[in-house]
């Protein structure tokens, strides 16, 4: 079993709750980013220094994030050695995908734990040096899901 790598919260304000866990938990912080996916458009920020991160995520609510009208939590991610299988896998495991980067380009889907009240997101590997260079520049690996070899894949 790998690491998660980061935990996500979904936020209507970046900039304040950047400020507050600065304040609470003496974090530092990488430069905020606007993107898009889909029709969605979004801030997001990761915290530096290196695994886990803290991701946060503001956008507006009926996205991909849901209601984000408040902040919360929304996911656990992990990077995952094949990401069509991890999800094939999840889903197997009654653990519904409520959304997927995989259309627009982007190798993650997010999967719906009720037990957990959020999700758990996969990312495929090959994604990881572009997160690296852009959120910790010079840092290292991370570990990831070996899909093949996970005890429960039931396309093994």
Same mark, same amino acid.
């Given at each position: 079993m790998s690491d998660f790598y980061h935990v996500c919260f979904t936020v209507p304000r970046l900039e304040a709750a950047m400020r507050d866990l600065t304040t609470a938990a003496a974090v530092q912080w990488s430069e905020p980013? &606007?993107?898009?996916?889909? &029709?969605?458009?979004?801030?997001i920020v990761f915290t530096a220094g290196g695994a886990p991160y803290i991701e946060l995520i503001e956008a507006p609510p009926g996205g991909p994030w849901g209601d984000t009208s408040r902040p919360g939590f929304h996911h656990l991610g992990w990077w995952t050695s094949d990401i069509t299988s991890g999800t094939d896998r999840l889903s197997a495991a009654g653990f519904p995908q409520t959304f997927s980067g995989c259309p627009f380009g982007r190798p993650f889907a997010y999967h719906r734990l009720a037990s957990l009240g959020g999700h758990v997101e996969l990312v495929g590997l090959g994604r990881q040096s572009a997160f690296i260079d852009t959120w910790n520049p010079g840092g290292d690996p991370m570990p990831a899901i070996n899909e093949e070899a996970y005890p429960w894949n039931p396309s093994r």
């Open positions: 980013v &606007e993107a898009s996916i889909g &029709e969605w458009d979004y801030r």
